[in-house]
Protein backbone atom coordinates (compact mmCIF):
# COMPACT_ATOMS: atom_id res chain seq x y z
CA UNK A 1 0.00 0.00 0.00
CA UNK A 2 3.00 2.20 0.83
CA UNK A 3 4.45 1.57 -2.57
CA UNK A 4 1.31 2.24 -4.32
CA UNK A 5 1.00 5.66 -2.63
CA UNK A 6 4.41 6.96 -3.15
CA UNK A 7 3.62 6.28 -6.70
CA UNK A 8 0.78 8.16 -6.87
CA UNK A 9 3.02 10.84 -5.17
CA UNK A 10 5.17 10.81 -7.45
CA UNK A 11 2.75 10.79 -10.46
CA UNK A 12 0.94 13.76 -8.79
CA UNK A 13 4.07 16.10 -8.57
CA UNK A 14 5.00 14.96 -12.55
CA UNK A 15 1.27 15.98 -13.66
CA UNK A 16 1.69 19.26 -11.64
CA UNK A 17 4.78 20.27 -12.68
CA UNK A 18 3.52 19.32 -16.52
CA UNK A 19 0.57 21.27 -15.96
CA UNK A 20 2.88 24.32 -14.47
CA UNK A 21 5.62 24.30 -17.35
CA UNK A 22 2.18 24.52 -19.87
CA UNK A 23 0.69 27.25 -18.19
CA UNK A 24 4.23 29.37 -18.10
CA UNK A 25 4.68 28.49 -21.63
CA UNK A 26 1.45 29.72 -22.57
CA UNK A 27 1.50 32.67 -20.86
CA UNK A 28 4.68 33.56 -22.50
CA UNK A 29 3.68 32.97 -25.78
CA UNK A 30 0.79 34.61 -25.28
CA UNK A 31 2.42 37.99 -23.78
CA UNK A 32 4.59 37.28 -27.16
CA UNK A 33 1.26 37.26 -29.34
CA UNK A 34 -0.11 40.90 -27.99
CA UNK A 35 2.94 42.15 -28.87
CA UNK A 36 3.13 40.49 -32.46
CA UNK A 37 -1.20 42.29 -32.39
CA UNK A 38 0.31 45.06 -31.30
CA UNK A 39 2.67 45.64 -34.16
CA UNK A 40 0.46 44.96 -36.74
CA UNK A 41 -1.85 47.77 -35.48
CA UNK A 42 1.15 50.22 -35.82
CA UNK A 43 1.97 48.59 -39.08
CA UNK A 44 -1.86 49.21 -40.11
CA UNK A 45 -2.18 52.09 -38.34
CA UNK A 46 0.68 53.42 -39.95
CA UNK A 47 -0.86 53.27 -43.80
CA UNK A 48 -3.35 56.25 -42.97
CA UNK A 49 -1.27 58.85 -44.61
CA UNK A 50 -2.54 62.30 -46.15
CA UNK A 51 -1.77 61.49 -49.68
CA UNK A 52 -1.64 65.01 -50.48
CA UNK A 53 1.43 65.64 -48.51
CA UNK A 54 3.20 63.01 -50.54
CA UNK A 55 3.23 65.25 -53.26
CA UNK A 56 5.54 67.60 -51.25
CA UNK A 57 7.68 64.45 -50.09
CA UNK A 58 6.33 65.12 -46.63
CA UNK A 59 4.97 61.78 -45.04
CA UNK A 60 1.89 62.95 -42.38
CA UNK A 61 -0.10 60.62 -40.54
CA UNK A 62 -4.05 61.04 -40.53
CA UNK A 63 -4.41 60.53 -36.67
CA UNK A 64 -7.98 60.30 -36.84
CA UNK A 65 -8.07 57.67 -39.53
CA UNK A 66 -5.09 56.13 -37.92
CA UNK A 67 -6.38 55.78 -34.10
CA UNK A 68 -9.62 53.97 -35.71
CA UNK A 69 -7.22 51.75 -37.76
CA UNK A 70 -5.30 51.25 -34.80
CA UNK A 71 -8.06 50.00 -32.39
CA UNK A 72 -10.01 47.89 -35.04
CA UNK A 73 -6.93 45.92 -35.87
CA UNK A 74 -5.49 45.49 -32.39
CA UNK A 75 -8.66 44.66 -30.92
CA UNK A 76 -9.56 42.03 -34.13
CA UNK A 77 -6.41 40.10 -33.62
CA UNK A 78 -6.40 40.53 -29.43
CA UNK A 79 -9.76 39.68 -29.25
CA UNK A 80 -9.80 42.18 -26.82
CA UNK A 81 -12.65 44.82 -26.36
CA UNK A 82 -12.13 48.72 -25.68
CA UNK A 83 -12.96 47.91 -22.05
CA UNK A 84 -9.83 45.62 -21.50
CA UNK A 85 -7.03 47.91 -22.26
CA UNK A 86 -6.12 51.27 -22.20
CA UNK A 87 -3.70 53.60 -24.54
CA UNK A 88 -1.38 54.92 -22.21
CA UNK A 89 0.19 56.96 -25.00
CA UNK A 90 -0.29 57.50 -28.95
CA UNK A 91 2.49 59.36 -30.55
CA UNK A 92 2.41 60.67 -34.28
CA UNK A 93 6.06 61.39 -35.08
CA UNK A 94 5.96 62.71 -38.70
CA UNK A 95 6.93 65.73 -41.33
CA UNK A 96 4.29 67.57 -39.09
CA UNK A 97 5.51 67.63 -35.80
CA UNK A 98 9.51 67.55 -36.64
CA UNK A 99 11.54 68.68 -38.80
CA UNK A 100 14.51 67.27 -38.96
CA UNK A 101 15.33 63.13 -38.27
CA UNK A 102 16.94 61.33 -36.21
CA UNK A 103 14.83 62.69 -33.38
CA UNK A 104 15.02 61.91 -29.28
CA UNK A 105 11.29 60.72 -28.67
CA UNK A 106 10.48 60.94 -24.57
CA UNK A 107 7.75 58.96 -23.91
CA UNK A 108 5.12 61.13 -21.28
CA UNK A 109 3.89 58.55 -19.08
CA UNK A 110 5.90 55.68 -19.09
CA UNK A 111 9.87 55.67 -18.87
CA UNK A 112 10.26 55.12 -22.51
CA UNK A 113 13.25 56.63 -24.74
CA UNK A 114 14.38 56.03 -28.42
CA UNK A 115 15.85 57.61 -31.38
CA UNK A 116 13.37 58.07 -34.23
CA UNK A 117 14.77 57.97 -37.44
CA UNK A 118 12.07 59.07 -39.65
CA UNK A 119 8.45 59.31 -39.60
CA UNK A 120 6.93 56.83 -36.56
CA UNK A 121 3.80 55.78 -34.69
CA UNK A 122 4.21 54.78 -30.95
CA UNK A 123 2.03 53.02 -29.19
CA UNK A 124 1.87 52.20 -25.71
CA UNK A 125 -1.09 50.07 -23.93
CA UNK A 126 -1.68 48.76 -21.20
CA UNK A 127 -4.02 45.48 -19.73
CA UNK A 128 -4.23 43.20 -17.05
CA UNK A 129 -2.76 39.56 -17.50
CA UNK A 130 -6.08 37.75 -16.81
CA UNK A 131 -8.26 40.14 -19.83
CA UNK A 132 -5.81 37.93 -22.32
CA UNK A 133 -5.14 35.05 -21.59
CA UNK A 134 -7.16 34.08 -19.02
CA UNK A 135 -6.14 33.20 -15.07
CA UNK A 136 -6.93 35.38 -12.34
CA UNK A 137 -4.11 37.95 -12.22
CA UNK A 138 -5.20 41.62 -11.96
CA UNK A 139 -1.82 42.41 -12.46
CA UNK A 140 -1.40 45.06 -15.37
CA UNK A 141 1.71 45.26 -17.64
CA UNK A 142 2.40 47.95 -20.24
CA UNK A 143 3.14 46.91 -23.91
CA UNK A 144 4.96 49.19 -26.83
CA UNK A 145 5.03 49.00 -30.19
CA UNK A 146 5.89 51.48 -33.00
CA UNK A 147 6.30 51.18 -37.25
CA UNK A 148 8.98 53.77 -39.01
CA UNK A 149 9.45 54.76 -42.67
CA UNK A 150 12.46 53.55 -43.92
CA UNK A 151 13.81 56.22 -46.53
CA UNK A 152 16.25 55.95 -48.74
CA UNK A 153 20.09 57.09 -47.69
CA UNK A 154 21.92 58.78 -50.17
CA UNK A 155 24.76 57.26 -51.37
CA UNK A 156 28.27 58.79 -50.13
CA UNK A 157 29.64 58.95 -53.73
CA UNK A 158 26.56 61.89 -54.13
CA UNK A 159 23.22 61.80 -56.19
CA UNK A 160 25.47 63.30 -59.50
CA UNK A 161 27.65 60.01 -59.22
CA UNK A 162 24.70 57.77 -58.92
CA UNK A 163 22.83 58.62 -61.58
CA UNK A 164 26.54 58.76 -63.91
CA UNK A 165 26.37 55.18 -62.67
CA UNK A 166 22.77 54.06 -63.50
CA UNK A 167 21.13 54.85 -66.65
CA UNK A 168 19.67 52.86 -69.60
CA UNK A 169 20.46 53.67 -73.91
CA UNK A 170 18.24 56.30 -75.12
CA UNK A 171 17.60 53.08 -78.01
CA UNK A 172 15.92 50.65 -75.79
CA UNK A 173 13.91 54.06 -74.26
CA UNK A 174 11.60 54.11 -77.69
CA UNK A 175 9.90 57.72 -78.10
CA UNK A 176 7.56 60.31 -76.36
CA UNK A 177 3.93 60.17 -76.77
CA UNK A 178 2.11 62.87 -77.53
CA UNK A 179 2.19 64.22 -73.99
CA UNK A 180 5.75 64.19 -73.58
CA UNK A 181 5.60 60.69 -71.44
CA UNK A 182 7.95 57.49 -72.36
CA UNK A 183 7.11 53.99 -70.66
CA UNK A 184 8.63 53.41 -67.81
CA UNK A 185 9.86 49.69 -68.02
CA UNK A 186 12.38 49.58 -70.84
CA UNK A 187 12.20 45.84 -70.42
CA UNK A 188 8.80 45.09 -71.39
CA UNK A 189 5.25 47.12 -72.01
CA UNK A 190 3.53 44.32 -70.98
CA UNK A 191 0.22 45.81 -68.42
CA UNK A 192 -1.38 43.08 -66.20
CA UNK A 193 -3.70 45.31 -64.30
CA UNK A 194 -5.40 48.52 -65.16
CA UNK A 195 -5.95 51.78 -63.14
CA UNK A 196 -9.80 51.38 -61.92
CA UNK A 197 -11.90 49.48 -59.37
CA UNK A 198 -11.11 46.42 -58.69
CA UNK A 199 -10.87 43.01 -55.73
CA UNK A 200 -7.20 43.64 -54.55
CA UNK A 201 -5.25 40.42 -55.16
CA UNK A 202 -3.85 39.79 -51.68
CA UNK A 203 -6.28 42.16 -49.06
CA UNK A 204 -9.67 41.20 -50.98
CA UNK A 205 -11.22 44.46 -50.70
CA UNK A 206 -12.72 46.35 -53.24
CA UNK A 207 -11.14 49.75 -53.76
CA UNK A 208 -8.85 51.32 -56.51
CA UNK A 209 -6.38 50.72 -57.98
CA UNK A 210 -4.69 53.87 -58.64
CA UNK A 211 -1.78 52.82 -61.31
CA UNK A 212 -1.01 50.76 -63.79
CA UNK A 213 0.96 47.22 -63.18
CA UNK A 214 3.28 46.60 -65.42
CA UNK A 215 4.67 42.75 -65.15
CA UNK A 216 6.49 40.37 -68.08
CA UNK A 217 8.44 36.66 -67.02
CA UNK A 218 12.03 38.24 -66.60
CA UNK A 219 10.95 41.63 -65.07
CA UNK A 220 12.35 40.81 -61.20
CA UNK A 221 15.75 43.82 -61.22
CA UNK A 222 15.38 45.24 -64.27
CA UNK A 223 15.56 48.58 -64.32
CA UNK A 224 12.83 51.03 -64.14
CA UNK A 225 13.22 54.92 -65.45
CA UNK A 226 10.99 58.35 -65.04
CA UNK A 227 8.35 59.01 -67.59
CA UNK A 228 9.34 62.45 -67.72
CA UNK A 229 12.20 64.69 -66.41
CA UNK A 230 11.73 65.98 -62.78
CA UNK A 231 12.61 66.34 -59.44
CA UNK A 232 13.07 63.20 -57.08
CA UNK A 233 10.60 64.30 -54.04
CA UNK A 234 10.27 60.85 -52.11
CA UNK A 235 13.06 57.33 -52.58
CA UNK A 236 12.24 55.00 -49.75
CA UNK A 237 9.76 52.39 -48.37
CA UNK A 238 6.19 53.14 -47.68
CA UNK A 239 3.74 50.62 -46.43
CA UNK A 240 1.77 48.91 -48.86
CA UNK A 241 4.20 50.23 -51.96
CA UNK A 242 7.22 48.79 -50.43
CA UNK A 243 10.26 50.38 -51.70
CA UNK A 244 8.75 53.55 -53.89
CA UNK A 245 10.41 56.65 -55.96
CA UNK A 246 8.17 59.55 -56.46
CA UNK A 247 8.79 62.45 -59.28
CA UNK A 248 7.54 65.68 -59.78
CA UNK A 249 7.30 66.80 -62.78
CA UNK A 250 6.05 70.64 -62.03
CA UNK A 251 2.37 71.48 -62.36
CA UNK A 252 1.05 69.62 -59.89
CA UNK A 253 2.53 66.44 -61.93
CA UNK A 254 3.76 63.78 -60.08
CA UNK A 255 4.43 60.11 -60.95
CA UNK A 256 5.41 57.22 -59.03
CA UNK A 257 7.21 53.98 -59.43
CA UNK A 258 6.73 51.05 -56.10
CA UNK A 259 7.49 47.59 -55.01
CA UNK A 260 10.83 48.01 -56.08
CA UNK A 261 13.60 45.57 -55.56
CA UNK A 262 16.20 48.43 -54.87
CA UNK A 263 15.99 52.52 -54.93
CA UNK A 264 19.21 53.80 -57.17
CA UNK A 265 18.40 57.41 -56.73
CA UNK A 266 17.86 59.73 -53.64
CA UNK A 267 14.99 62.89 -52.84
CA UNK A 268 16.30 66.45 -54.29
CA UNK A 269 17.89 64.83 -57.38
CA UNK A 270 17.49 65.51 -60.83
CA UNK A 271 16.27 62.87 -62.91
CA UNK A 272 15.79 62.65 -66.61
CA UNK A 273 15.69 59.99 -69.85
CA UNK A 274 17.53 56.88 -69.30
CA UNK A 275 18.48 57.37 -65.41
CA UNK A 276 17.51 54.75 -63.41
CA UNK A 277 14.88 54.99 -60.62
CA UNK A 278 15.25 51.60 -59.21
CA UNK A 279 15.36 47.91 -59.74
CA UNK A 280 11.68 46.10 -60.09
CA UNK A 281 10.43 43.72 -57.57
CA UNK A 282 7.79 42.66 -55.02
CA UNK A 283 8.09 44.30 -52.11
CA UNK A 284 5.46 45.88 -50.06
CA UNK A 285 1.86 44.36 -51.16
CA UNK A 286 2.31 42.41 -54.39
CA UNK A 287 1.97 39.05 -55.94
CA UNK A 288 4.93 38.77 -57.90
CA UNK A 289 7.47 41.28 -59.12
CA UNK A 290 6.05 43.86 -60.98
CA UNK A 291 6.15 47.85 -61.51
CA UNK A 292 3.07 49.91 -60.06
CA UNK A 293 3.26 52.99 -62.00
CA UNK A 294 1.09 55.47 -60.92
CA UNK A 295 0.36 59.43 -61.87
CA UNK A 296 -1.09 62.32 -60.38
CA UNK A 297 -1.91 65.59 -60.99
CA UNK A 298 -2.77 67.71 -57.52
CA UNK A 299 -2.45 64.48 -55.90
CA UNK A 300 -5.55 62.75 -57.40
CA UNK A 301 -4.62 59.71 -59.15
CA UNK A 302 -5.17 59.72 -63.43
CA UNK A 303 -4.98 56.28 -65.68
CA UNK A 304 -1.49 56.27 -66.41
CA UNK A 305 -2.60 54.97 -70.31
CA UNK A 306 -4.37 58.36 -70.73
CA UNK A 307 -0.82 59.77 -71.09
CA UNK A 308 0.48 57.15 -73.79
Given at each position: ???????????????????????????????????????????????????????????????????????????????????????????????????????????????????????????????????????????????????????????????????????????????????????????????????????????????????????????FNTPTIPAKSGTVIFAG????????????????????????????????????????????????????????????????????????
Amino acid sequence: MEVILRMVFIAFIAISGMVMNHDLTTKAQSLHYLKEDLEVAAHDAALDIVESELATGRIVFDQSKAMTTFRNSFEKNSNLSSADYEIVEMHFLDHSTITTFPHRFEATKVGFSDVITAPTIMAFIETKKNAYYGGSSEESFTQVASYTYQPQEQNILGVNAMASRANVSVAMIGNASSQGFHWPVPFTDNVTSNFGMRTHPVTGERKLHAGTDIATPGVFNTPTIPAKSGTVIFAGYIAGYGNVVMVSHGNGLETRYAHLNSISVAAGQEVGLGDVLGKIGNTGVGTGPHLHFEVRVNGVPYDPMTFY
